[in-house]
Structures are given as structure tokens and as C-alpha cells.
């Protein structure tokens, strides 16, 4: 394969899509089968194709985006794609492109959406592509442009939106001089935040008052909220009725009225109108922006002056509101909850049988099984493990409401009673117990448990589930026996991982059964441990109770789910711009961080809800055990000695006291002096450490000890989450600092090398672009460079460190040399690997840029005032005998930063050195 087809294709990733991004397996598929074809040459005309729009001046990733959309156009139903390829069609798609880009026919369809709304979506589609100029019927367009209009109407912040019959309608115009009003309250008043629902709509367009920002969110109980500017709402009186006016440039005029206006029969007759409308298809509840628009379309006029809130006028008509929606009656919120219902089956089933199995199941059980015949299918549709989990779980909900609880139990009672399959028993069994489990009543959950494993033994269900009760008990053989069984490993197992150390075969004692046994109980060996596994001693099982403690966590359900999450989004260290996939890895790890299950079990109370469902479980030493750990705080210590491998003594700031600490990782790095902090449990003999810890900044402690004091959760984990996030790298002009890239094609080389002699300097082997010399800078060394520019054949390379910077290089560019065609914009993060490598090995921004931008920062840093410095700034505390030890201290706590992992950090040792400082051994 030759290096243009090669490159191209290597730049596939980048290509994005139109509209919503398909699935992922339909895109890998895709990407593929068209690279398939281009490598092999089939056919011939892919490639061609390519050649043909890329010669044509259309950057990499849109020719990538042409080609996907005609393959995708022309691909049948077939499981075999290349069998279902209509290739007739497809070459003579190929021969139409390119098509217009996915923006062009978006501003068509706002265009047309804006000038004869209300219009008809099918009148939209015709339309636009009449002012295309392409074909009815064409499936390339068609396709796209059911794209585009699918993206903007699932938008909630797009100009478009759609009311019934299927009437496209553009926003922010609709809602131009329309007035409506809120009560006005003195939570409101004073904390500056509006709750929108009475203000439909206007977020859709440009939110602002007095020329600043008003930001809109959701708030935790689903309901829109508006944050405004400072003091915005202090000038109207609590209890006023406020008027909103919108504008068509997003500002919002704001008022007090000093009467009520009455709620006029029309309006009323109106808005109910409208209601009726919209739900008379789908009969689901229809949301207040919905209820809004659909009125302004069957009267422009109708908010034309202030009336009562919208909330109150539904009301008028007729209607209940919940949360941000409306309906008549209940069978219209019955409806919504079976569709909820249904699509978060489908989210957590996807597509295929068992969502339809689960379904059925749920419909049955909300009748109450009304006969052996129902019993037999649930408990059929149930033996499926996931359909049993999606369905106890909606059956429990996400609160732990005990009625529900109750519920589920009477229905396992009934399909025991209903069923003698020894099967369909296991899987009544295990509702039985599951109900069990809510109501706090472990012991009953673990009879019910083994009866099912009695039922029907191997059944995974049951198994794992029986596995969890074994490890609570001590009983680390069957435990690993169950899990083994069903074929986990170490790797996929957590529990697993921690229980094959205890599961060896224990050491036999020599004791009568009247002696006294040998756990130091008190007690006779025939009553206590007498035909009883042998437990390892209490500090060896530290680890074990810690993991069992983080599996009632995973295994428990209800809300404790939600309190792990937020608890984990409080850890991610994300841009807000970062993208979704980002975020899900980054949730994903801070989910499988020791420090967000111990910060929930702990600064959230759960160990309390731990002792009281699981502790009636635990070996009597542990529960004794595990009630202490109930009372140790959080808190920063200080290490004072070190046994490599073994454990190492602390100092407790908090308290002043000495601990032994036993412990094997931490130990092997640790140094005298390192401050970190974690919580210090008992163990029966010394201490350890549990649930994860974090080093501490020297001049920091004290802050910290406060904010622990605050047993404040999410609030400690976004202070480590600031601890964990790299610094934000920016620019000398204060741009965001990234990794940019552009090639352009010119068509006259020695033309353009006069153009770029003219504008920019001559470096060895091209040109840089400099900022404008600050006052007293006279080289070239005392200058920022911009850009960094080759000519090789008829390609210039740009190369800059931010964004703007490129873009404005492209603009003179452009402008001297208007034939030039833009083939390739890159623009991601820095690699600090490019600061490593030497300058014969060409990294994408050039070594000279990165290390003069890093010696900048690190001498900034050491000229301002640091917090953990007390204020001052490192050349302050260089220069004080007193201080310097701290400095030092403070500088050899910034993480070590690897060159191969793509991160850019402040370097220690050069800190040490602009300092004047002793290097660190």
C-alpha cells in the first residue's frame, strides 16, 4: 500500500460524523470495510474517489465522512455487509460526491425552519433540497438530512424544535417579545438561582441579562434552574410576580408587576387546546417547553402581555403538573412509567429477547400473578440472570423503601406457593431473599439463599450470590469453591483475589472439646470453633473485612448506587470540555478507587449500614473489630521512621500520637518526613492503613484537618481530584496550550518560499513566527515564537503551541497566498515525550518551543506566592534559613512526571536549581 492511501487511512479516526454519532460497532464496521477497499483496491473507485475531493481542496477527515456516508447509504440488511452492499448504487454514489457537509444543510433546515414556521417536516426535507439543488429520493442527501434534522431536534439547546402534528418550529424567533412570569421567592432571591419551569424555551435562546451570562442546569431533583449574574434578582421584591421578556439577541428584560393579571379564559382554552394536542398520540406527558410552544403556535399573541405563570394557567386548564410536565389524568403518568420503565430496560438489557422477557415478567407481577400459568412464565423469563437483575431492580427501586420490599417478598411467597420445579423454586428462592436483603435481614436472606442452591444447585444466581455470604462468614473454602465453579478467575474477581490466600486447608488443633478454644473466647472448643473453619489472625484478615465492607457496597443496590457514583464524579479529574469517552474512563477508575468506596463507607455512614446488615454475618472478632474502625477518623500524619517492605511509624497531626503502622507497599517508597493522608484502624495487634491515601503538600495539613473535620465527602474527593489534575497548561498570552498542526498544499513552492521570506523570519531550515518584542527584548532568545513554519516540495507544515496561534498563522497564510489549500489540521494535547526526544527526531512541536515554554512556567512558579508556603513564594522561602527546609520539602512532593506517559510537569530538580537549593538524593 502506498503512503498516500496509508496516511489517509491513518487519519480515519479523526473523521467524526454528521449528526449523532452512530453506534460503535456499526462505525468499526464501517471504518473497516472502507479501508478494506481502499487497501485492496475494491473497487477501484473508492480510492479514486478519495484522490478526487482530496485534489478538490477538502481536508482528510471530510473526504472520510463523504465516503462513509455514501457506504453507509448503500448497505442492505444483510448480517454479511459486503453480501447486502448494493455496489450499483454505491458507484454512482460515489460519483455524486461530494455531498454538502453535514453544517450546510443544518443552516438550510434552520433557514427554512425560521422564515415559514410552523412548517411540516416533510415540507422541511423538500425544501431543503430544492435549495440544494439535489435530487428527491437520493439517499445520500436523504440520509444525511435525516441525520442533521434527528441531531437538532434531540438538542434541547438547538433553535429548532417539534410540536404535534410533526411542526418544526425555530425557537428563539417563536419566542421573541413573548412575556412570561414566575413567583418570585426568597430562597430564589437570595441564592441568585431561578427555578425555570414556569420559563420554558428561553434557554434555547442565548441566555443573558444586562449583557451577562445566565447559565441554565438541571438541578439534582430534575427541574431546570437558572444562575444569573450577581445580584440579579435583588432589586425585585420576594413574593413579586416576575415578567420575562425575550428578545431575539437572548437578553431577557426583567420586571416586577405591581397587579395580578387575571387568567383569561381564552388563554386558558388555549393552552388546554394545545395540551390536547400533544398528547393525544403518543398519551405521555407533555413537557412545559412543549406546552409553550404548541400554544404560541396555535396563537402567536398569546404571551404577547404578562399573564399568570404557566404553571397556573395548566392548572386552569385543567391539568396536574409533575416535575416539568403535565397531564390530565393518571393513566397518562401510568403510560410515562412503563415508558420509562421500558427504556431503562433496554439501557441496561440492550436490544434483543431478554428486554421483551423482562417486560413480560414485570407485566405479570404488576397483575399479581394471577395463576400458575403466570407463575411458571415469570419464573421461567427470571432464571436468566440478567433479566432477574434488571427486574428486582425495578421492583426495589433506586430508594430503599421498605413497602417495595414488602411487595417483592409477597410475590416470592406466591410463586413458592404457585411452583414445586425445582428450578422455578431456586428463582422464587432467590426473590425471597433479595427482598430479605432490603429489609436489613441478612440471616433470613441466607436461609432463603441456600434453599435455592438446594433447588437447583450450580445455578449461577444463587451461587455467586451464597459466595458473598461465605466470605462474610469466614468461610473462605467454599467461598472460592462457589467462584470457581462458576469459572472466575483472580483477574475478574475482586473477591476472588482476596479470598484464595485464606482458602488453604486449615491447621488441625490438638484440643479436647472441654478445653478452652483457641481464639480466646472464653469459651469451650466443642461450642465454639469445633467443626468450624480455623480463621487466619485478625491483622492478616485487615484486608479481607475491608473487602467485604466495599462488597456490600456493589451488592447492596438501592441508593447506595447513587451515593457511590456522585461520590466517584466528585473524584474525576476532567476538563469540561473533555470528551464523553474521556469522562466514562475516568468514572470508571475513580468507581475502582479504594478512596471513593472508604470516603462512602466512612464520611458518608455507610460502614454504620454495613455493621447493621452484615455484621450478624461477620466472625465475632471481626464484628468487634470492625465496630472500633466505626470511631477512627481521617486524618494527616507525618512518617517518622520506615521499615522498607514491613511498615513504618507515624506521627497523627490531629492527635500528636505515635502509631506502629504494619504495611507492605506504601513502605517500600516511603521517607522520613512525607506527609499523607489516610486512616489509621486498629488491626488487633498494631495498625493499618485502609481505604486508600493521598500525599499531603507541606504548609497544607492544617486546611485539610479542617476540612476532614467536616466529614463532608464529595468534598474531600474534588479536593483530591485538584490534587490529581495536571496543571492547566497555557500559553505566554494565556491560550490553552496544545499541539497543532496544519499542512497546506501551494501550487508555486518558490513563490510561496518569497511570500514567507517577507512575513517571518529565516530559521535553519524554514521560519518562525514572533510574537511582538515586549519592551527591551531585542533577540530573537528574548522572544515568544508563534509558529513554526517548513516548506518541503509543495507542502507547509505550521506548527504552533495553542489554537488561536494557528488559526491566526492560517489567516495571514491564507490571505498572502490565497491558493493555498488546507490538507491536514491536527490539533491535541502536548507530549511531554517530544520535550525528551532529541531535534533530530522532528517531534510535532519543536523541542526549543517546549523547553522555552516550560523554563517560563517554572520560573513563574518560583516568583509567586504559594499557599502552601504560608503566602510566600519560593525565592522568599529560598532566601529564609528557616523556610528553606519546608521548600524542599514541598518541591520533592511534586509527582515524578515520565516523559513516555504524554504529560507536561514542573521538573523538581530544575525548581532546585533556579532556587539555589541542594539537589535531592
Known amino acids: 500500500m502506498d503512503d498516500a492511501r496509508a496516511g489517509f487511512l491513518a487519519a480515519a479516526d479523526d473523521a467524526g460524523s454528521h449528526g449523532p454519532a452512530a453506534p460503535e460497532a456499526v462505525r468499526a464496521l464501517i471504518g473497516e470495510m472502507l479501508a478494506r477497499q481502499i487497501t485492496d483496491d475494491d473497487p477501484a473507485e473508492v480510492w479514486r474517489t478519495a484522490r478526487r475531493l482530496l ?106 424544535a417539534i410540536v404535534a402534528p410533526d411542526l418544526l418550529v425555530h425557537v428563539p424567533s417563536l419566542l421573541d417579545g413573548v412575556v412570561l412570569t414566575h413567583r418570585l421567592t426568597d430562597d430564589e432571591r437570595e441564592s441568585g438561582v431561578l ?147 421500558h427504556y431503562r430496560i433496554i439501557h441496561w438489557l440492550g436490544a434483543g429477547p431478554e428486554v421483551a422477557a423482562a417486560g413480560r415478567a414485570l407485566e405479570l407481577l404488576d397483575e399479581g400473578i394471577p395463576d400458575r400459568t403466570a407463575a411458571h412464565e415469570v419464573l421461567r423469563d427470571l432464571y436468566s440472570l440478567p433479566v432477574l437483575e434488571v427486574v428486582v431492580d425495578e421492583l426495589l427501586g433506586t430508594s430503599d423503601d421498605p413497602d417495595r420490599a414488602a411487595r417483592l417478598a409477597a410475590h416470592a411467597d406466591r410463586l413458592l406457593a404457585l411452583t414445586s420445579r425445582p428450578a422455578e423454586q431456586a428463582v422464587a428462592h432467590w426473590l425471597a431473599a433479595a427482598a430479605a436483603e432490603r429489609l436489613g435481614a441478612a440471616q433470613d436472606a441466607e436461609t432463603q439463599l441456600r434453599s435455592a442452591v438446594r433447588a437447583d444447585p450450580g445455578w449461577p444466581a444463587a451461587e455467586n ?268 498570552d494565556g491560550e490553552p496550550l496544545l499541539d497543532c498542526r496544519a499542512e497546506l498544499r501551494v501550487s508555486d513552492p518558490s513563490s510561496a518560499r518569497s511570500v514567507l521570506d517577507h512575513r517571518y523570519e529565516r530559521d535553519d531550515d524554514g521560519w518562525l513566527s514572533f510574537a511582538a518584542p515586549e519592551k527591551g527584548a531585542a533577540t530573537a532568545a528574548s522572544r515568544t515564537v508563534l509558529a513554526w513554519l517548513r516548506l518541503q516540495d509543495d507542502t507547509l507544515t505550521v506548527r504552533t503551541m495553542s489554537a488561536a496561534r494557528l488559526d491566526a498563522c492560517l489567516a495571514d497564510i491564507r490571505s498572502d497566498l490565497p491558493a493555498a489549500r488546507l490538507v491536514l489540521d491536527e490539533r491535541g494535547p502536548i507530549e511531554s515525550a517530544a520535550i525528551a526526544r532529541p531535534a533530530s527526531e522532528s517531534p510535532t512541536v519543536p523541542n526549543e518551543i517546549l523547553l522555552e515554554w516550560l523554563d517560563e512556567q517554572e520560573r513563574a512558579w518560583c516568583r509567586e506566592p504559594v499557599p502552601a508556603l504560608g503566602g510566600r513564594t519560593p525565592q522568599e522561602a529560598a532566601a529564609d534559613p528557616t523556610r528553606r527546609d519546608e521548600l524542599s520539602r514541598l518541591i520533592a512532593s511534586f509527582p515524578h512526571v515520565d516523559p513516555a506517559s504524554g504529560a507536561v510537569g514542573l521538573r523538581p530538580h530544575r525548581l532546585l536549581e533556579l532556587l539555589q537549593l541542594p539537589a535531592m538524593p
Open 195 to 341: 427555578l425555570a419551569v414556569d420559563l420554558p424555551g428561553f434557554a434555547r435562546t442565548g441566555l443573558q441579562h444586562r449583557g451577562e451570562a445566565i447559565h441554565d442546569y438541571m438541578g439534582d431533583d430534575g427541574l431546570p434552574r437558572w444562575l444569573g449574574p450577581r445580584d440579579w434578582l435583588a432589586p425585585f421584591p420576594a413574593g413579586s410576580l416576575l415578567t420575562v421578556r425575550a428578545q431575539a439577541d437572548g437578553e431577557l428584560e426583567l420586571a416586577a408587576l405591581g397587579s395580578e393579571p387575571p387568567a383569561a379564559d381564552e388563554l386558558v382554552s388555549t393552552v388546554r387546546a394545545a395540551y390536547d394536542t400533544e398528547v393525544g398520540e403518543p398519551w405521555l406527558p407533555v413537557t412545559a417547553e412543549d406546552l409553550l410552544l404548541a400554544t404560541l403556535v396555535r396563537d402567536r399573541g398569546a404571551f404577547a402581555q404578562p399573564a399568570p405563570p404557566l404553571t397556573e394557567l395548566a392548572v386552569a386548564a385543567g391539568l396536574e403538573l409533575r416535575g416539568a410536565s403535565f397531564a390530565h389524568e393518571e393513566s397518562v403518568w401510568h403510560q410515562a412509567a412503563i415508558a420509562d420503565r
Open 55 to 160: 485534489d478538490a481542496g477538502l481536508d482528510q477527515a471530510t473526504v472520510h465522512r463523504q465516503l462513509r456516508l455514501a457506504l453507509t447509504a448503500f448497505l442492505g440488511s444483510s448480517a454479511d455487509a459486503e453480501i447486502g452492499l448494493d455496489r450499483e448504487g454505491y458507484l454512482a454514489a460515489l460519483a455524486r460526491l461530494p455531498v454538502p457537509t453535514g453544517e450546510e444543510i443544518e443552516q438550510h433546515v434552520v433557514d427554512v425552519v425560521r422564515e415559514r414556521q410552523p412548517v411540516d417536516a416533510d415540507d422541511v426535507d423538500r425544501l431543503v433540497i430544492e435549495q440544494l439543488g439535489a435530487t428527491l429520493h437520493d439517499p445520500l442527501v436523504e440520509q444525511l438530512l435525516d441525520r442533521v434534522t434527528d441531531g437538532l431536534l434531540r438538542d434541547d439547546e438547538s433553535p429548532v
Open 465 to 732: 450470590r451464597l459466595a458473598w455470604y461465605e466470605s462474610d462468614r469466614g468461610n473462605a473454602v467454599a467461598a472460592v469453591a462457589r467462584l470457581r465453579r462458576l469459572g472466575f478467575s483472580r483477574q475478574d474477581s475482586p473477591d476472588l483475589a482476596v479470598l484464595e490466600r485464606f482458602a488453604e486447608a486449615p491447621v488441625e488443633r490438638s484440643l479436647g472439646r472441654n478445653e478452652p478454644c483457641w481464639c480466646g473466647s472464653g469459651r469451650k472448643y466443642k461450642v465454639c470453633h469445633l467443626n468450624r473453619p480455623e480463621q487466619p489472625s485478625l491483622p492478616d484478615r485487615v484486608g479481607w473485612l475491608s473487602r467485604k465492607a466495599v462488597a456490600y457496597l456493589e451488592r447492596r443496590g438501592g441508593d447506595v448506587r447513587s451515593v457511590v457514583f456522585q461520590h466517584a464524579l466528585a473524584l474525576v479529574s476532567a476538563d469540561d470540555d473533555a470528551i464523553d469517552d474521556a469522562i466514562d474512563d475516568a468514572i470508571d477508575d475513580a468507581l475502582d478507587d479504594p478512596l471513593v468506596s472508604d470516603t462512602v463507607l466512612h464520611e458518608g455512614g455507610w460502614w454504620q449500614r454495613f455493621l447493621a446488615d452484615r455484621g450478624p454475618l461477620l466472625p465475632d472478632d471481626e464484628a468487634l473489630l470492625a465496630a472500633s474502625w466505626a470511631l477512627v477518623e481521617r486524618t494527616v500524619c507525618e512518617v517518622l521512621d520506615v521499615v522498607p517492605g514491613r511498615g513504618l511509624t507515624v506521627r497523627d497531626l490531629r492527635t500528636g500520637d505515635r502509631l506502629d503502622v504494619r504495611e507492605r507497599t506504601f513502605s517500600r517508597t516511603a521517607r522520613s518526613g512525607t506527609l499523607v493522608c489516610a486512616r489509621i484502624v486498629p488491626d488487633g495487634e498494631t495498625h493499618q492503613f485502609v481505604g486508600g491515601l493521598f500525599p499531603v503538600a507541606p504548609g497544607t495539613e492544617a486546611a485539610l484537618l479542617e476540612l476532614l473535620d467536616q466529614h463532608d465527602g464529595p468534598a474531600l474527593l474534588e479536593y483530591v481530584a485538584d490534587l490529581r489534575r495536571p496543571p492547566r497548561l497555557v500559553t505566554t
